[in-house]
């Protein structure tokens, strides 16, 4: 099983920054990608963001330029940089990955966090 873990939310003024981060943790056997999704009161979760093990990142198009996904691989961490925020970028932040464990089928499978809030003021 794989415990993933969010940290980093909070309230932040339009335009300002926070970093919000993400450990995974338990009978890992390996991990394929790591993603950051996120849902909005009355909206559906979204993608915001995703890295894989070499490091190939992908983001939605509202995202590009002011939201940068990192890893720590030896500590199965990541990172969301959020830069520029604006208040429609308020959500709860979810943290999730694709990922083999022990006692589990040896296939890749979905794992959720529980999420942090991130609000934004204007």
């Known amino acids: 099983q794989v415990q993933l873990v969010e940290s980093g939310g909070g309230l932040v003024q339009a335009g300002g920054s926070l970093r919000v981060s993400c450990t995974a943790s338990?009978?890992?056997?390996?991990?394929?990608?790591m993603s950051w999704y996120r849902q909005a009161p009355g909206k559906q979760r979204e993608l915001v963001a995703g890295?894989?093990?070499?490091?190939?990142?992908n983001y939605a198009d509202s995202m590009k330029g002011r939201f940068t996904i990192s890893r720590e691989n030896g500590k199965n961490t990541i990172y969301l940089q959020m830069n520029s925020l604006k208040p429609e970028d308020t959500a709860v932040y979810f943290c999730?990955?694709?990922?083999?464990?022990?006692?589990?089928?040896?296939?890749?499978?979905?794992?959720w966090g529980q999420g942090t809030q991130v609000t934004v003021s204007s």
């Open positions: 890295i894989t093990s070499s490091g190939s990142t």
């Open positions: 999730a990955a694709d990922a083999v464990a022990i006692g589990g089928n040896y296939e890749y499978a979905r794992y």
């Open positions: 338990g009978s890992i056997i390996s991990i394929r990608t």
